[in-house]
Each structure stands twice: as structure tokens, then as C-alpha cells.
């Protein structure tokens, strides 16, 4: 089905573990979104990608680290996890070529770091 | 930067309109306004979004007044399943930054 989709839906990781966090869209959307969302709370924006090979920084992106070799595809990675990267995360896309547009986000990944 | 401000929280009942009022008064001259919804265990879906005065769709109005350092999303008739936080969304240079959003309660 066209659309956004995140896997896993969960993850139990241990401290210190790398773990990846899949994002994949259809609709060849140019920019390309990772929020994290902790309990109770609002949105935070970790990277973000305009195109294929374009990366850049959000809100808060220590400790994580994005790339996007194909328009499509736009993982992240924890490269240490800490408990403190428990969250939910959400990827999203943009219909627009230009940032301000209509987002279209994916179901988000649960992590939980011990 | 065009940062945003909601309430935390509002309350209302079955039936009644609601407005949720935000504040963005750095709000660049080419800036849209978008107002998303999330219900819990979700992603948020977009619901409206407007330049300046009005904006109307099978949801939602969006008003926006002529200094546009704010704007007013209208939700007509609220039902219970309309129970969810709001996010008001304004460009924030080359990044798309939410605010904390409003948690709307919709009772009986």
C-alpha cells in the first residue's frame, strides 16, 4: 500500500546497543521528517532531509545519526542508546518541495531503552 | 525563529463549538499556518491550513486575522471522538517545529 511506514512498531533495546529505526514512503516526497515524542509531551524535531544526500539537524540530535542514500528511505540510527532515548518516534514526509507543507506521518516506532 | 504558543488544556461538552487560539507573532511573510490532530498511539494527521483570513473544510475553520499573529481553529459541533491534542504548526526557518499543543476533552 502507497503511504508511510515505520518498523519496527516496537522495540526493547539495552543501553548502549545501536539500533536502527526504519522509515520508508512511496509518494517520492522530497523532505522527510524524525520527531521524537516523550510521554505527555509535544513533538521534537531530530533530523530532517529536503532531498536524497541532504541532511540536517532539528531541535535535538545528540546521539542520533540520520542518512538518505535513496529519496525514499530515511533511517535512524541510536549509536548508543541511552535511557533517556526512550520515546516514541515518528517519521514524516512532505508532499511539497518546499518545507511548509502538509505532513504525512507514519504510525511511529515505541522504544524503550533498559 | 516562529515559535508558537497554545493552551495546555481545554474542556468542553458534546455538541458545542470549540476554539483553540495560537500565538505566533514571529510569523515570516511567506509562512502558512497548519493545524494538525493526534489521538493517542498515533501519528498526527493534518486537519486545516491557511494564509490569512479564512479557511473552511469538512472539519475545521481557520481564521486568521490581518496581522496574522494568530489564528483560531474552529471545531464545529464537537463529539467525543474529537477528544485529541491540536498542534498549531508555523515554519520555523527551514524546520517544521511543534509547539506543546492543546489537549482537547470532549465529555458527555
Known amino acids: 500500500d502507497a503511504g508511510i511506514t515505520q518498523s519496527p512498531r516496537y522495540k526493547i533495546t539495552e543501553t548502549g546497543r545501536q539500533v536502527t529505526l526504519m522509515c520508508h514512503q512511496t509518494w517520492s516526497h522530497s523532505y522527510m521528517f524524525w520527531y521524537r515524542q516523550d510521554l505527555g509531551h509535544g513533538l521534537r524535531l531530530i533530523y530532517y532531509s529536503a532531498a536524497a544526500d541532504i541532511t540536517d539537524k532539528g531541535e535535538v540530535p545528540d546521539g542520533y545519526v540520520v542518512s538518505r542514500s535513496k529519496t525514499e528511505n530515511f533511517p535512524l540510527t541510536l549509536e548508543s542508546a541511552t535511557r533517556s532515548q526512550t520515546s516514541v518516534y515518528f517519521c514524516?514526509?512532505?508532499?511539497?518541495?518546499?518545507?511548509?507543507?502538509?505532513?504525512?506521518f507514519g504510525s511511529g516506532t515505541q522504544l524503550s531503552v533498559l | 525563529l516562529a515559535k508558537t504558543t497554545q493552551p495546555i488544556s481545554m474542556d468542553s461538552y458534546e455538541g458545542q463549538e470549540v476554539n483553540i487560539t495560537c500565538s505566533h507573532n514571529n510569523i515570516a511573510t511567506n509562512d502558512y499556518i497548519t493545524w494538525y490532530q493526534q489521538f493517542p498511539s498515533q501519528g498526527p494527521r493534518f486537519i486545516i491550513q491557511g494564509y490569512k483570513t479564512k479557511v473552511t473544510n469538512e472539519v475545521a475553520s481557520l481564521f486568521i486575522p490581518a496581522d496574522r499573529k494568530s489564528s483560531t481553529l474552529s471545531l464545529p459541533r464537537v463529539s467525543l471522538s474529537d477528544t485529541a491534542v491540536y498542534y498549531c504548526?508555523?515554519?520555523?526557518?527551514?524546520?517544521?517545529?511543534f509547539g506543546g499543543g492543546t489537549r482537547l476533552m470532549v465529555k458527555p
Open positions: 514524516a514526509s512532505s508532499e511539497s518541495d518546499r518545507v511548509v507543507e502538509k505532513l504525512f
Open positions: 504548526l508555523v515554519p520555523s526557518s527551514d524546520m517544521l517545529t
